[in-house]
């Protein structure tokens, strides 16, 4: 079973549009959350990292949050343009070793 | 500073066939890392290195072969080439385990 799951698969917005993708995890112990964004034919860029004792970071019109509690995390896209059609994959840190687990990714079609 | 690069960026195999999809990295990073992307799923660690000379399996090695003879490159082999190892593949670099990681663009095997 995966150990970090994203919610909802795909989702369409208009162009101006907020739009709030979801990640829940299982990893324990936990050392940092993760999200990127990939671009269709792209490798993945890193948008934000966040520790465990972080609740918030942005970066430009993208914030996300995390919860290491109830082990959820959400990423805010504000004011949503055409460049943000992608795949937003939430990734965690493992604690005791050099592994990541990563979600399938949210598919984000902005429509103008 | 080109970052993180891959080539071959598109390749076609006959099962059987072997071949080294190249990685290279300009930014002095001691760790890198070979993954896999299949539709639907998160992305799959095959093998990582942290540091010249020192390798070992991910999640998915079966079928690959790594060394890493020098900091900046860090090939990945496949031995005998099957249908299962159609993917897409990226490599990754970091400073640390713990750090942001830095993905090339990937390069699209198709084995037939």
């Known amino acids: 079973k995966n150990q970090v799951e994203q919610s909802p698969q795909s989702l369409i917005i208009l162009e101006g549009k907020n739009c709030t993708l979801q990640?829940?995890?299982?990893?324990?112990?936990?050392?940092?959350l993760r999200w990127y964004k990939q671009d269709t034919g792209r490798g993945p860029v890193s948008l934000t990292i966040?520790?465990?004792?972080?609740n918030t970071k942005s970066n430009g019109r993208y914030t996300a949050t995390l919860d290491a509690d109830t082990k959820q995390s959400s990423l805010h896209i504000t004011a949503s343009q055409l460049s943000d059609s992608a795949s937003y994959i939430c990734?965690?840190?493992?604690?005791?070793?050099?592994?990541?687990?990563f979600g399938a990714g949210t598919t984000v079609t902005v429509r103008a | 500073n080109a970052g993180v690069t891959q080539t071959p960026k598109f390749q076609v195999l006959k099962t059987g066939q072997s071949m080294t999809l190249q990685c290279a990295q300009d930014?002095?990073?001691?760790?890198m890392s070979w993954y896999r992307q299949d539709p639907g799923m998160g992305l799959r660690l095959i093998h990582y290195?942290?540091?010249?000379?020192?390798?070992d399996q991910g999640e998915v090695p079966n079928g690959y072969n790594v060394s890493r003879s020098t900091t900046e490159d860090f090939p990945l082999r496949l031995l005998s080439a099957a249908p299962s190892q159609t993917s897409v593949y990226f490599c990754?670099?970091?400073?640390?385990?713990?750090?942001?990681?830095?993905f090339g663009p990937g390069t699209r095997l198709t084995v037939t």
């Open positions: 990754a670099s970091s400073h640390d385990t713990q750090y942001e990681q830095y």
């Open positions: 990640c829940n995890y299982t990893v324990s112990p936990f050392s940092n």
């Open positions: 966040m520790t465990f004792s972080e």
């Open positions: 990734v965690v840190s493992w604690k005791t070793d050099y592994k990541l687990s």
């Open positions: 930014m002095n990073h001691e760790y």
């Open positions: 290195s942290v540091g010249a000379g020192i390798t």
